[in-house]
């Protein structure tokens, strides 16, 4: 769930000081949805899960596990995962190799050649090797696992835990337990045992669909990232997936489907928006620096707050600070963002300056954030610091050094929103556990409102969630720059670089509950420890809080 890539027109369903109808303004903002009518189709040509149009040949989005050369091969390991136009998958079953031995840890498992215990001459033998195991474990009159579990019970058995895990994972599978079974193929890349791996997404293929339940749309991208993870083509999918097709105007449409659909950009945006708008009711030049500007759609409303504010509205100053898939989605630099809030402030007539930092965060310094003495500054970190890498990844630790070059400008208030996630430094198999808790819950709240048979469905979660699942999953060291931290570590941040917490205003709680009456009653707002928590039944997905 990239911020970079939001859609910026923001038809909003409630009405408060920070959430209003924007019907007056829409030729200010981004340009509005357009339903497109593209027919799937699979594309044979090439590697990965291409997805084409019949009236065009254009290639236009695609996952690429991209082959390596390496020192040993794993037979009939495919290369790809592709879909058939019915959404099924189809194995390619060409032999993949992978690269050559890597020194082991926790976060470079994947490269090392295969544990004496699963090395094996042949698919064959493997696979007689199967039928033993299968014999010993259920007998050779064993038509159920009834009478297994029965000799286990009697003490007739001595089963160790290795074979109890085959047996959990063949029951799995016979019940076609997708979870249990990506899980199961996670830990055997985990521990080097390539072959259960093989065998494991084989029986994946079967079961994975991106036009099925959530699970089974989440399975496909989650078994995408395991084959990448092998070949070690993740890095290269994560960079592909801003692909050049569709056009900038299509791609921005996918991003407003999720935008519309998923409340999440929203609690980010209206919590943010509240807690500027508290800290400045009585500053007459605000300086507002927004460390991810994207599409800049998120000071509309603040802009339209501050107009109505009583004794009229302050001076306005918006620093927007830019990256290079920010740029693309957009369709333009930052002048086109600079060019709408301006002609917004402007109906609304509100004195507005907009200043461009078309830099990256971990090059930004002093000199790019155009600080000017009288002005009461803001700054905004919404859905940017997880890409910031930190001191596990290299000597620069950027997250805390962006942190303390803001603390040193004395801002009134400095707004966070972040995944309720926790992916930076976990491991490769822990990492992977908590992206498939994570997003089973945000592909299950799509589900709810976006029907499945939804032309554009397919589109939405690759383009906005797919490549950031393999990255996830797929990458490590300065590659995975989709890092995510609890809520718990960010305080622990801003506490060490100075800050102290911003209560935010109570009025910003009574406003985000107005908007998810608008959406399904599983979603659940939550309040504690000066924070607000947006989360899908019993998991938190979305946290914002603010600092001064």
Request: hydrophobic fraction near 35%; charge should be negative; aromatic fraction near 10%.
């Amino acid at each position: 769930m990239d911020i970079c890539f939001v859609a910026a027109s923001e038809q909003h369903r409630g009405s408060s000081m920070y959430y209003q109808p924007l019907q007056q303004i829409e030729a200010y903002s981004l340009p509005q949805y357009r339903t497109l009518n593209h027919q799937l189709y699979y594309n044979n040509e090439g590697h990965g899960t291409h997805f084409s149009t019949p009236s065009s040949s254009e290639f236009y989005c695609t996952l690429e596990s991209s082959s390596a050369t390496g020192s040993f091969t794993v037979y009939n390991s495919p290369s790809t995962v592709s879909f058939s136009p019915n959404g099924s998958p189809i194995s390619q079953q060409d032999s993949q190799s992978y690269p050559p031995d890597q020194d082991h840890s926790p976060d470079n498992n994947y490269g090392s050649p295969m544990s004496g215990s699963c090395i094996t001459d042949d698919v064959s033998n493997f696979k007689h090797k199967l039928r033993e195991l299968e014999s010993v474990m259920f007998g050779p009159d064993s038509d159920n696992l009834d009478s297994y579990d029965s000799a286990i019970s009697n003490g007739t058995n001595f089963v160790p835990p290795e074979m109890d895990c085959w047996r959990q994972t063949m029951i799995a599978i016979s019940s076609k337990n997708l979870k249990h079974i990506l899980i199961a193929c996670a830990k055997a890349i985990a521990d080097n045992d390539l072959l259960m791996a093989q065998w494991l997404m084989d029986e994946l293929r079967q079961m994975v669909s991106v036009s099925g339940e959530p699970i089974q749309r989440l399975g496909a991208y989650m078994l995408e990232g395991l084959v990448a993870r092998l070949a070690a083509s993740g890095s290269s999918i994560y960079k592909s997936l801003r692909c050049k097709e569709p056009e900038s105007a299509e791609l921005l449409s996918y991003m407003h489907i999720l935008y519309e659909v998923c409340p999440y950009f929203k609690f980010g945006y209206m919590s943010a928006n509240g807690a500027i708008a508290e800290a400045m009711k009585a500053e007459d030049r605000v300086h507002i620096i927004d460390f991810q500007i994207a599409q800049g759609s998120q000071w509309i409303t603040l802009i339209q707050a501050f107009a109505a504010r009583p004794g009229g509205p302050p001076h306005i100053r918006i620093t927007g600070i830019d990256d290079s898939t920010s740029a693309y989605a957009r369709g333009g630099g930052l002048h086109i963002v600079g060019k709408r809030l301006s002609k917004l402030a402007e109906h609304f007539k509100v004195p507005f300056e907009f200043h461009a930092a078309a830099v990256s965060g971990c090059d930004i310094q002093l000199h790019n954030l155009g600080v000017r003495p009288g002005e009461a500054l803001a700054v905004n970190f919404a859905f940017m610091l997880h890409h910031m890498p930190d001191e596990s990844v290299s000597t620069q630790n950027h997250r805390d050094r962006l942190l303390r070059l803001v603390k040193s400008l004395s801002p009134k208030v400095v707004t966070l929103v972040e995944q309720e996630s926790n992916t930076n430094t976990a491991a490769f198999f822990p990492r992977f556990l908590e992206t498939l808790n994570y997003y089973t819950a945000m592909f299950e709240s799509i589900d709810v409102t976006l029907p499945r048979d939804h032309k554009e469905r397919i589109n939405v979660e690759q383009h906005c969630l797919a490549r950031d699942i393999v990255n996830i999953i797929a990458c490590e060291g300065v590659e995975r720059v989709e890092r995510h931290e609890l809520l718990g570590k960010w305080k622990s941040r801003f506490a060490m670089a100075g800050f102290t917490p911003y209560p935010l205003s109570s009025l910003v709680n009574v406003t985000i509950k107005k908007l998810l009456e608008n959406y399904s009653d599983r979603y659940r707002l939550e309040e504690k420890d000066g924070a607000l928590y947006l989360g899908w039944m019993n998991r938190d997905l979305v946290a914002s809080c603010a600092w001064r």
